[in-house]
């Protein structure tokens, strides 16, 4: 491969006859390099092909901006990422965690509050990637110095998970805040606060952001029609609270919900809507 551009000393773009050009980062693999000159990659410690334009652009500025050190404790933390998931990262996740944790290093800097409402959904809803997000901020800490909010483990997490499904950010957080909308609707209903420590509204919580995974990858199977008359004659309640909750999911995902998953809402309503009753 021939360099293309030196971003940094830590940091090349190269020319690939496979890939056109690709990002090499490794320490000093830029040094004394100029356009045009042969680069190995048996010394990059990272390699990745970005083929979006925009993200190009957007990582080669964030690159001038960034210290070679943060480069390089970003290149440890997508090492952790892939060796805790034993998975290649998308590429997107290099320019979008890159960025996110540039800034919330300087916004703890700058004393600025980090609130993040979805925290205990998240962690329950993607636990390894919350544990993972948590080891890698402690990592980034150790590198810049600067604790970093509670609230920042949940964005991370959210990074990950979107990065290891190949499901863009936005949709990850689309996916979040419905979630949040449908739990609201159940708190109203049976008149009480959701508590993610206990293990009913853990599953719950679990069941809603599974259901929606599976309703937009149309992966779903049909229950029995027996199951779903005799839950609809013994669990009114729960039952029509189940509609009320697909017909949110179907207006936010604009996509049909099968019937199956009135049999799967009603039953974990069912075990929530007792603690309504004690």
Same mark, same amino acid.
């Given at each position: 491969?021939?360099?293309? $551009?030196?971003?940094?000393?830590?940091?090349?773009?190269? !020319?690939?006859?496979?890939?056109?050009?690709?990002?090499?980062? &490794?320490? &000093?693999?830029?040094?004394?390099?100029?356009?045009?000159?042969?680069?190995?990659?048996?010394?990059?410690? $990272?390699?990745?092909?970005?083929?979006?334009?925009?993200?190009?652009?957007?990582?080669?500025?964030?690159?001038?901006?960034?210290?070679?050190?943060?480069?390089?404790?970003?290149?440890?933390?997508?090492?952790?990422?892939?060796?805790?998931?034993?998975?290649?990262?998308?590429?997107?996740?290099?320019?979008?965690?890159?960025? +996110?944790?540039?800034?919330?290093?300087?916004?703890? $800097?700058?004393?600025?509050?980090? *609130?993040?409402?979805?925290?205990? !959904?998240?962690?329950?809803?993607?636990?390894?990637?919350?544990? /993972?997000?948590?080891?890698?901020?402690? +990592?980034?800490?150790?590198?810049?110095? /600067?604790?970093?909010? !509670?609230? =920042?483990?949940?964005?991370?997490?959210?990074?990950?998970?979107?990065?290891?499904?190949? *499901?863009?950010?936005?949709?990850?957080?689309? +996916?979040?805040?419905?979630?949040?909308?449908?739990? $609201?609707?159940? #708190? #109203?209903?049976?008149?009480?606060?959701?508590?993610?420590?206990?293990?009913?509204?853990?599953?719950?919580? *679990?069941?809603?952001?599974?259901?929606? =995974?599976?309703?937009?990858?149309?992966?779903?199977?049909?229950?029995? !029609?027996?199951?779903?008359?005799?839950?609809?004659?013994?669990?009114?309640?729960?039952?029509?609270?189940?509609?009320?909750?697909?017909?949110?999911?179907?207006?936010?995902?604009?996509?049909?919900?099968?019937?199956?998953?009135?049999?799967?809402? /009603?039953?974990?309503?069912?075990?929530?809507?007792?603690?309504?009753?004690?």
């Amino acid at each position: 491969m021939n360099v293309k $551009k030196v971003l940094n000393n830590n940091v090349i773009i190269a !020319e690939h006859p496979d890939y056109e050009e690709v990002v090499l980062t &490794g320490k &000093g693999l830029g040094f004394g390099k100029k356009p045009g000159d042969t680069v190995d990659d048996s010394g990059a410690e $990272k390699f990745f092909v970005l083929k979006d334009q925009r993200e190009q652009e957007q990582y080669k500025q964030l690159l001038i901006e960034i210290d070679e050190a943060f480069i390089g404790c970003m290149n440890e933390c997508m090492a952790m990422v892939e060796n805790r998931f034993n998975v290649t990262l998308h590429e997107h996740i290099h320019v979008a965690l890159t960025d +996110h944790l540039y800034y919330a290093v300087h916004r703890q $800097k700058q004393g600025l509050e980090v *609130r993040n409402p979805f925290l205990a !959904e998240t962690e329950i809803a993607y636990p390894e990637e919350f544990q /993972t997000a948590r080891e890698l901020l402690l +990592h980034v800490e150790e590198c810049t110095g /600067t604790p970093m909010a !509670e609230g =920042e483990v949940g964005f991370v997490a959210l990074h990950i998970h979107s990065a290891l499904t190949r *499901r863009s950010l936005k949709e990850v957080n689309e +996916h979040t805040m419905l979630v949040s909308d449908l739990v $609201k609707l159940i #708190e #109203e209903t049976f008149d009480i606060s959701m508590n993610p420590k206990e293990l009913d509204h853990q599953r719950l919580l *679990r069941h809603l952001h599974q259901a929606l =995974e599976r309703i937009q990858n149309d992966d779903y199977a049909d229950e029995p !029609e027996s199951l779903k008359n005799v839950l609809k004659k013994e669990y009114p309640l729960c039952y029509n609270l189940s509609w009320k909750l697909i017909k949110m999911m179907q207006q936010a995902l604009r996509k049909p919900v099968p019937e199956s998953e009135a049999v799967y809402l /009603t039953l974990h309503l069912q075990r929530l809507s007792r603690q309504s009753y004690k």
